[in-house]
């Protein structure tokens, strides 16, 4: 649709226009050319090339009232005005055009064409295109705002607890679209592949190598995974462009020392109070912390807290009178004067 209106426009331009205009605006290889590309094809400047799409442009804006661009243009600002008025460039192209890069191309020029839809891109604003200059300095407003909430959390957020904290902090009030649709556009703040909100910086946003990646997922899901787990919700949340190996992460979680095994190929964070060792270690652990004798069922709710292992294993470990003894129903650590 939007490829079909463009070339109806440029159709009664002169045949260099419309090679350039096509050529500029990926009409024809799907990829946009350079200013510089262009000109060289022509033998003119690259400033000439400029001038000639600048004034392209400027002739099919009178042609406004031509039926299909109307029609292409109607359905380019309801899109952007269901955003609140702003919305990004690749989420626009995204909803109308697909993964059709000459409809892509195609949609981009004829937004350039009209008087009713403005590029917005700077320091605050991923490069957008909107409908309302309100909408801009709101965004604007409200991802600063935003930024001040995530760095003093710390933290992600999901869309509630978000909008609750801008609401809060924010003088002027704004609906739960409104604020989403802004923090959308705004810079220096992401969502990341489980919906949660935090500073573009942060590993949790945009993991990189598979370590982080992994580190991400047991952040989100706040338990301990078995590594074939891990590799499940990487391909499920496309964490991964490539479907994961699961020997590779589990090659990760071996050798970096922020995972723990707890059990037979479940892995849990360091930082969660986790350490290694053997049952046996764990136990000395957990009775040289207690400072006294303990139950069976105190024991193994400790064990189980820190590792999944069978509880018969547990209680294997527990009858190595090397290092344990029992009297009654209580259990005792071996010290030296029990030796």
């Known amino acids: 649709m939007f490829l079909k209106t463009a070339l109806e426009l440029l159709a009664d331009f002169p045949k260099r226009s419309q090679e350039i205009a096509r050529k500029r605006f990926g009409f024809f290889s799907e990829k946009e050319e350079t200013l510089e590309k262009i000109g060289k094809d022509y033998g003119i400047t690259r400033e000439r090339i400029r001038q000639i799409i600048a004034d392209t442009i400027r002739k099919v804006l009178k042609k406004k009232n031509n039926l299909n661009f109307k029609k292409a243009e109607s359905q380019i600002v309801f899109t952007i005005d269901e955003k609140s008025g702003i919305i990004k460039k690749s989420e626009l ?173 479940i892995y849990a964070l360091r930082e969660w109070g986790y350490a290694d060792g053997t049952v046996k270690d764990v136990l000395e652990e957990i009775f040289k912390k207690s400072g006294k004798a303990l139950t069976k069922n105190e024991i193994l709710q400790a064990v189980m807290k820190i590792r999944k292992v069978k509880k018969a294993t547990i209680l294997i470990n527990l009858g190595n009178n090397q290092y344990f003894f029992k009297e009654k129903d209580l259990y005792f650590l071996k010290t030296k004067k029990h030796t």
């Not at 993964?99 to 009713?116: G, I, M, P, Q, T």
């Not at 801009?136 to 600063?144: M, N, T």
């Not at 904290?165 to 992401?190: N, P």
């Not at 945009?206 to 370590?211: D, E, Q, V």
Request: some cysteine; glycine content about 6%; hydrophobic content about 35%.
């Open 93 to 265: 192209i995204k909803k109308l055009a697909g993964e059709n890069e000459k409809e892509a191309n195609a949609l981009v020029f004829l937004s350039s064409c009209s008087d009713r839809i403005f590029k917005v891109e700077d320091e605050e604003i991923k490069e957008s295109l909107a409908t309302k200059k309100n909408a801009v300095e709101d965004a604007k407003a409200l991802g600063k705002i935003a930024k001040e909430v995530l760095e003093k959390e710390g933290r992600l957020l999901n869309d509630k607890e978000i909008i609750e904290k801008i609401s809060k902090k924010s003088e002027r009030s704004f609906s739960k679209d409104e604020i989403l649709d802004y923090l959308t556009v705004s810079k220096g703040i992401e969502k990341n592949n489980f919906e949660k909100w935090g500073i573009s910086g942060w590993a949790e946003i945009n993991p990189k190598g598979t370590r982080e990646k992994i580190y991400t997922i047991l952040k989100e899901k706040k338990k301990p995974l078995h590594f074939l787990e891990i590799a499940g919700i990487m391909d499920e949340y496309g964490l991964s462009k490539k479907k994961a190996h699961p020997q590779t992460i589990h090659n990760e979680l071996i050798k970096n020392e922020k995972f723990v095994l707890i059990g037979r190929g």
